[in-house]
């Protein structure tokens, strides 16, 4: 082997290893470094503070109400969509082109810019003329302000991110039935099991490496949402809607208080990284149990 | 409908029997059809009423996009404007430099797939056929990188590019992405499918290794180079939170930022404009959502399964 030859493979790696190390692996470093310090980015002097930002943090009104704002989002967030792409799996699995066109219907949100999706339904939301609480009217409800309420908006956001999120999760359980071999379907009609011993007793535990992925990748993306608060409600009304990564662009992007900002940043990275692991644990365990 | 057509064979088969059959059975078996064909009905009815619930948005989407200012201030609302406005389009794009943000939508999304072309199917080789030492540890920085979502770093990595002085460059915006762990990660396992004796043939031809790479390997990983294309452009153009925090003024922004300033622009109620906007962002991807349906499902689906 020519001294080329031993090279080759590290050559060909090292384009990708070299910008994953820039832009993903330093700058988490980077960021822990930083919330040890108070700097507003202008000043040429960073201000040693140990763990004062994270001190500080804790003990803001402020941020405990983002820190529940984010994990109430994420749990009925998680949940709803979870749970309703489950049924609606359930119920979609079928061939022909009659449901692959309903399922592609409730799929299409997924692909949609997340800025469509929140202006789209600023508007159905909308307190005066909205077609939302046009639709609740023809059920017979009274008005509501959505957004604009303090004790509405959140759940308004997290059934705009059950709409987009619920056709992609149901597909994804339509994958994982399609997965579960056939015959053991037949072995269950053939002991005359009931439709719900069938599913509790062997559905269920067959789906559930497809339930824990769902549930992980849900609870990831929930606690990073950005872009709809940013567009929908600006963390208001009242802090209501105000969730962690709002919170962290807000405090490094308008008050320009680098250190403070990176400290929740490194709060939301703990948060990420526990669901990563407990992921990665359990995704071991059951590939050594099969 | 399997259970439906069971029951509709019951009559036929009793036909065949004869005179076996007592008129009680058939009235039951009429019963259980006529059931049947209720239950199917509304099985019918509550699918559509499903695709009622994510079309209809889209479709009032439309309609306020066509409508006069006043017009979108009816309630109870009207579904199709007396006079349809098309002019609203017009007003939406010259909001701002749209054609602008349009190009360097453009140049963002194809300027990261080529990146990533260049960069993964390369490094998923290495990962995927031979062995060296530390291929372990380096293959570990992809799987963390996987792991990390933008959303997390901005910060830093905004600090980073301002000192690089990539602020408000299109190279500022495409660097970050021009690898992609989760490419490397489905590339490779697609190479490692491949059996090892197509390669040693190839190696027996006296090809060069890239040869062997750009002309026998790439070609039977054809299908995953599309998947990643549909999933990495449509990822790339729909991007909202990376643009927006990389940039301090226009000269980079993409269409994603230009919609959500016509509010700005225009004023809050201004929703007929705003709506035209987001048409104009929505529907090229829901064009190629309708004619690549299938394809786009599976790259979005069934890779995040596996």
């Given amino acids: 082997m020519t001294v080329w030859e031993k090279l080759r493979p590290y050559s060909m790696v090292a384009p990708s290893i070299i910008i994953f190390s820039m832009f993903f692996i330093y700058p988490i470093f980077y960021m822990i470094y930083l919330s040890m310090f108070d700097w507003n980015f202008v000043s040429p002097t960073k201000t040693f503070v140990g763990l004062q930002n994270f001190k500080e943090l804790l003990l803001d009104a402020d941020f405990r109400q983002v820190l529940s704002n984010t994990t109430i989002y994420t749990l009925l967030t998680v949940t709803l969509t979870t749970g309703l792409a489950l049924m609606l799996a359930l119920w979609l699995n079928r061939k022909g082109v009659f449901h692959a066109f309903v399922q592609g219907a409730i799929f299409s949100p997924h692909i949609i810019s997340l800025v469509s999706i929140s202006l789209l339904w600023s508007w159905l939301m909308d307190p005066e003329y909205g077609l939302l609480n046009w639709a609740i009217g023809l059920l017979g409800f009274g008005k509501l302000e959505w957004l604009s309420h303090p004790s509405t908006s959140l759940v308004s956001l997290v059934i705009v991110a059950v709409w987009k999120g619920v056709g992609y999760n149901t597909l994804v359980f339509i994958a994982g039935l399609q997965s579960i071999p056939k015959d053991i379907y037949e072995a269950a009609a053939l002991d005359e099991s009931k439709p719900w011993t069938t599913f509790m007793k062997l559905m269920l535990p067959m789906l559930s490496p497809t339930i824990f992925f769902l549930v992980i990748i849900n609870m990831i993306g929930s606690f990073q949402v950005f872009e709809t608060i940013a567009i929908m409600t600006q963390g208001g009304p009242i802090n209501s809607t105000n969730t962690l990564v709002y919170y962290i662009y807000e405090y490094g992007f308008r008050f320009f208080k680098i250190g403070y900002a990176s400290a929740a940043g490194v709060i939301l990275l703990g948060i990420v990284g526990i669901l990563t692991i407990i992921y990665f644990k359990l995704l071991s365990k059951r590939v050594h149990y099969r | ?306």
Wanted: glycine share 4%.
């Fill in chain 2, 1 to 306: 409908m399997k259970a439906a057509n069971e029951t509709v064979g019951i009559p036929a088969k009793g036909a065949v029997i004869g005179g076996s059959m007592t008129v009680v059975r058939k009235k039951q078996a009429a019963w259980k059809t006529a059931v049947n064909v209720i239950l199917q009905a509304a099985n019918v009815i509550c699918l559509l009423a499903l695709v009622l619930i994510f079309a209809l948005p889209f479709v009032w989407m439309i309609s306020t996009s066509l409508k006069t200012m006043p017009e979108t201030m009816i309630f109870p609302p009207e579904w199709i404007p007396s006079n349809p406005v098309w002019h609203n389009y017009i007003d939406a794009w010259n909001t701002g430099p749209f054609l602008k943000y349009f190009t360097n939508s453009v140049i963002i999304a194809v300027g990261i797939l080529i990146l990533q072309m260049a960069t993964i199917i390369p490094a998923a080789y290495a990962f995927a056929r031979y062995q060296f030492a530390g291929s372990k540890l380096l293959f570990g920085v992809v799987m963390v990188t996987l792991m990390i979502p933008a959303q997390l770093i901005f910060l830093p990595v905004y600090l980073e590019l301002s000192a690089l002085k990539l602020l408000n460059t299109h190279l500022g915006l495409i660097l970050p992405f021009a690898s992609s762990a989760f490419g490397i990660f489905l590339l490779r396992q697609a190479f490692m499918q491949i059996s090892e004796e197509l390669i040693e043939a190839a190696r027996l031809d006296q090809a060069s290794e890239w040869k062997i790479i750009a002309r026998v390997m790439v070609p039977l990983v054809k299908p995953v180079l599309v998947t990643f294309t549909l999933f990495s452009f449509i990822a790339h153009w729909n991007d909202y939170f990376w643009p927006l925090v990389m940039t301090t003024n226009e000269t980079a922004r993409t269409l994603p930022l230009g919609i959500a300033k016509i509010r700005e622009v225009e004023g809050v109620a201004t929703w007929n404009i705003l709506m035209a906007g987001n048409l104009i962002l929505v529907a090229p991807i829901l064009i190629v959502f309708f004619f690549s349906q299938r394809q786009i499902i599976r790259a979005f689906v069934y890779n995040g399964v596996k």
